[in-house]
């Protein structure tokens, strides 16, 4: 069996806009740190509202996740 950590949609609109993003952001770079330091793969999912979207600043994941090069990121 694979195991993966799954980040969906924290994108800059949420991490702007949402309720106590402080604080879900620290616990995601918690959990991501466990991930890396038992070499669990960390997946990344990224909401796209129309093709404007892609490049809107606000659509890009956060820079806040701290996500490395080789870690995948799925567009949905």
Not at 35 to 45: C, D, Q
Request: proline share 1%; net charge negative; no cysteine.
């Amino acid at each position: 069996m694979n195991t993966a950590f799954i980040i969906i949609d924290v994108q800059n609109v949420l991490v702007e806009t949402g309720f106590q993003t402080k604080s879900l952001l620290e616990k995601i770079s918690y959990l991501q740190n466990q991930a890396r330091s038992k070499n669990i793969e960390i997946i990344y999912v990224q909401h796209i509202e129309n093709s404007e979207a892609q490049t809107s600043e606000d659509w890009q994941l956060s820079a806040l996740l701290n996500r490395k090069p080789a870690e995948k990121v799925f567009q949905k």
